[in-house]
């Protein structure tokens, strides 16, 4: 018979592992951030929608799948300016709210509205400005 401590701790390790499936690989390709002519506006320039995306990245992405600020750690750098998988702001909402089949990255509709989820896109466009600003 397996006792509850055993079960708790591989409940507790599958948990981990799901979280870890969550925040995955749906960026690091070819596509170009600012390709899309008439993509969905994210209020980039809004402190109060910037701090509120960070906030919602930190809870759900930041510390384990795609690290601090976006720039990569199990899961890919999301402020690198290449995806996989689309990269335009409508295509990282969409990723973002509806995940995506066949890899780790969950789906975070249930969990964010949508315009959580357009101020979390929008404190990742603002960290990539950060870092292209860097790298000038």
Known sequence: MT??????????RVLIATLAVICTVFLS??????????D??????DPAAVEL???KYSAKC??????SGGKGARAPCIVCGRYKRGGTNAELVK???DGITGTPMGAFGG????DEIIALVAYLR????????EQQ
């Not at 969905?40 to 320039?45: E, G, I, K, R, S």
């Open 62 to 67: 930041g510390g384990f799948c795609h690290g």
């Open 29 to 38: 390709g070819a596509v170009r951030a600012d390709d899309a002519a008439g």
């Open 40 to 45: 969905l506006a994210v209020p980039v320039d």
């Open 3 to 12: 006792s509850p401590n055993t079960y708790r701790s591989a409940l507790l």
């Open 95 to 97: 990723n973002i709210a």
């Open 126 to 133: 603002s960290e990539q400005k950060k870092r292209e600003a």
């Open 53 to 55: 995306g960070k906030e």
């Open 111 to 114: 969990v964010y509205s949508r």
